[in-house]
């Protein structure tokens, strides 16, 4: 469960050379695309070029792609699966359809997926603040805020032991089992909040957003690969959409 | 800016300081001088308004949340518009650290200051050398120890070269190892008496030696310096019973725990027996699993490996008598095994100390009439009477810790585990708990302590196992 949200100072992969708003930039055009295109060609042509990319997020063994990928392919599933089975559509007709679903919604979360696997969280908060002019507040504010979440899940188990210590259990009993949940739910939520609070000042100590014009150590440089990195995400879309075309598949969801 | 300027002089004049909301005061009739260079202790007991104090030295408390009284100065000023003079470091370090890298979290203050990055970096080399941190700029917060963790919070503090430090209970989270190497890092930090430094801690005979001086704030009021070679009241000890060993309660038979997905063991296979009238300490360094064994005898685990065994007397009563612990049913298990933990605050259930008390009798099948005759005696023993409908969450650490021991007692339970009871509490609060589990022993249950604090074990404890190889002591 917290895989897919670890966070720590990524290791460096060939695709980390890409600045992260180049590859945000990048996210937008694809996902733009994929937005409008109704057909199943497009986001099979666009879904070949990102697993293309996988190794360059460093993620080459299948269980790596497993784990940053497991809740996607589920979703992915049951949006296939819930169009097939309850779509208006019969037969080859209802699997190209849910088809068309479970691709274009894999096709567009891989790109984040990616941007994740080779993006440290440190230089994504630096380069928006710095080149997309993003407040430092809301920047660093959400990355401090990110480092306490796999602490929320030691919390969840100590507190459900905690309950059951108290005596509290919900034996097979589903409502009082929704409701133990619900105040496990409370109370980790109360803590996480003081937590906060916590953060919060100790930030303020160290002069966090004070009025000061803040400097940065690490800066974020934009590279001549950044324009190109982006250019060769519009130039897969006009391939995308032209191999559509040509094939006749093409409607655009608009039409 | 923030560099030079050279240690702060602080001055407090009849200063007080009232919570919005609340009518008694939290400190008041303060005077103090902390000459630049100077290094002090400040003490008190729980609720004294230590931390509140130290907030306002650094600037953090808001002017509308409460009465001002008197006057606080740094270098002259209100401390508000001298916050790039002070430095601070607080107890928990995980809510402290903001940067996923150790030199990146170093910075992190610098930059929030406007300095230059190419001054950044080599003031970061001196933060950590200042502090002897001994991992280097890249390592990645998330993987270090807590005592480690304080000591790059305390660099991240230093390295704006603050002319005043404050520190609020920096070891009070730490094992004794880690709490240690902080204030080894204090130590070296102010050598130069380049700051002045004022620690707010209940560990007075740790500081003693790190100090010029100790003030001590009165709980009713005002504060007293304390003279050069004075040393704390000797802490208040038990009489202790002497008891043989009772009858065997619970049992570790090669217990062990492994975290699925985990090639290591969490906690290697254990013999250990808890017997009545019998205290079990068990200590050894962090990360020996000392927590998780405290909980597969609490019934709260399975072990992975080997068995935990109730005996007769604590299985009597029960429905499926040929379960483990781990699978009785809560309010069972409760009526058997009292577990207090590390933290009091995920264990409360209720908006009242009252309700928190009868809860546990009127989970495990007691009549509403007993439960409530339970808490009213719980309540008194524990002088928790006159705050019987506060909210749990609104007491102090030490009044806290009592109610979460005097939750797991509520349901009068043969055998107690206890997960460092006595972690961060003031000296008047240490004594009591000491002096209440002491009763429990007398009272024929059994208890099995998990705790670095060596006085505690000094105190109560028959046997001390530490982990892997048992040891008797009498």
């Known amino acids: ?76 599933a049951g949006i296939t699966w819930v169009n097939v089975a309850f779509g208006s559509l019969e037969g080859a007709a209802a699997w190209q359809s849910g088809a068309t679903w479970g691709v274009r919604v894999i096709a567009l979360a891989l790109p984040g997926v990616l941007l994740v696997a080779s993006t440290d969280p440190v230089r994504l908060a630096d380069a928006l603040t710095l080149h997309w ?3 430092t507040r809301f920047g660093y504010g959400a990355l401090a805020a990110l480092r306490l979440v796999p602490l929320l899940a030691t919390e969840w188990e100590s507190i459900r032991l905690a309950r059951r210590a108290r005596g509290v259990d919900a034996g097979r009993n589903p409502v009082a089992g929704a409701r133990l949940l619900a105040g496990t739910a409370f109370t980790l939520l109360v803590g996480a909040l003081r937590r906060a609070t916590r953060l919060a000042t100790a930030m303020d100590a160290r002069g966090f957003d004070s009025g000061v014009a803040r400097s940065n150590a690490r800066g974020s440089v934009l590279r001549p690969l950044d324009g190109w990195f982006v250019a060769a995400a519009v130039a897969l879309c006009a391939v995308a959409v032209t191999a559509s075309v040509l094939t006749g598949a093409w409607h655009p969801v608009f039409s | 800016m923030s560099a030079g300027g050279g240690p702060a002089t602080v001055r407090l004049a009849g200063w007080g300081f009232r919570h919005a909301s609340r009518r008694a005061w939290a400190v008041r009739d303060v005077d103090l001088v902390v000459l630049p260079g100077e290094r002090v202790l400040l003490t008190g007991a729980s609720g004294a308004g230590k931390s509140t104090l130290l907030r306002a030295l650094g600037g953090l408390l808001e002017p509308e949340s409460g009465d001002v009284a008197g006057e606080l100065t740094v270098d002259g000023a209100v401390p508000d518009r001298r916050r790039q003079r002070v430095g601070m470091v607080f107890q928990d370090p995980d809510s402290q650290l903001v940067m996923t890298r150790a030199g990146d979290d170093v910075a992190f203050g610098l930059e929030n200051t406007g300095t230059p990055p190419e001054l950044i970096w080599p003031a970061v080399d001196t933060a950590l050398d200042a502090v002897g941190f001994p991992l280097g700029r890249d390592r990645a917060t998330a993987a270090l120890s807590g005592g480690q963790k304080q000591r790059l919070v305390l660099a991240g503090a230093l390295a704006p070269r603050p002319g005043l430090l404050l520190l609020d209970e920096p070891t009070a989270q730490l094992d004794p190892e880690g709490a240690a190497l902080v204030r080894a890092a204090v130590v070296r930090a102010v050598a130069g008496r380049s700051a002045t430094l004022v620690v707010v801690d209940h560990d007075v005979e740790a500081w003693l030696p790190l100090v010029d001086r100790v003030v001590e704030l009165l709980p009713g009021g005002g504060a007293v310096g304390h003279p050069a070679g004075w040393r704390p009241a ?62 597969l005898l609490a019934g709260l685990r399975a072990p992975t490996v080997g068995e935990v065994v109730a005996g007769p007397a604590l299985i009597a009563g029960l429905r499926y008598p040929d379960r483990p612990p781990a699978r009785w049913r809560a309010g069972e298990l409760a009526r058997r095994i009292g577990t207090v933990f590390q933290q009091p605050e995920h264990q409360f259930l209720t908006g009242r100390v009252r309700d928190e008390l009868s809860l546990g009798p009127l989970r495990s099948g007691a009549g509403a009439a ?68 002491a009763e429990q022993q007398d009272d024929e249950r059994a208890l099995c302590l998990v705790t670095h604090d060596a006085a505690v074990v000094a105190a109560l404890a028959d046997d001390v196992l530490t982990l892997g190889r048992p040891v008797g002591v009498g």
């Open chain 2, 370 to 437: 007993e439960a409530h005759a339970a808490a009213e005696a719980l309540l008194d023993r524990l002088g928790l009477a006159p705050l019987a409908d506060a909210n749990p969450f609104t007491l102090s650490g030490g009044q806290q810790r009592r109610l979460s021991v005097a939750t797991a007692l509520a349901t009068r339970p043969r055998v107690l585990v206890l997960d460092e009871p006595t972690f961060g509490q003031d000296r008047e609060t240490w004594a009591e708990l000491v002096a209440l589990l």
């Open chain 1, 133 to 135: 002019r993003v407040s």
């Open chain 2, 234 to 295: 000797p802490l208040r000890l038990p009489e202790r019973q002497p008891h043989p060993p009772g009858e065997q309660l619970l049992a570790g038979v090669g217990a062990g725990y492994t975290h699925r997905g985990s090639d290591r063991p969490a906690v290697a296979p254990t013999d250990v027996v808890l017997r009545a009238g019998r205290t079990l300490a068990v200590t050894g360094p962090n990360g020996t699993g000392k927590s998780t064994l405290a909980l």
């Open chain 1, 1 to 76: 469960m917290s895989a897919p949200l670890s966070l720590g100072p990524a290791r460096p992969v060939p695709l980390s050379a890409v600045n992260p708003v180049a590859q945000l930039t990048g996210i937008v055009v694809v996902t733009a695309v994929l937005l409008i295109c109704g057909d199943l060609v497009t986001p099979l042509v666009v879904l070949a070029a990102e697993l293309a990319l996988l190794p360059a997020a460093g993620l080459t063994r299948p269980a790596d792609v497993a784990r940053r990928t497991w809740p996607l392919l589920l979703s992915a």
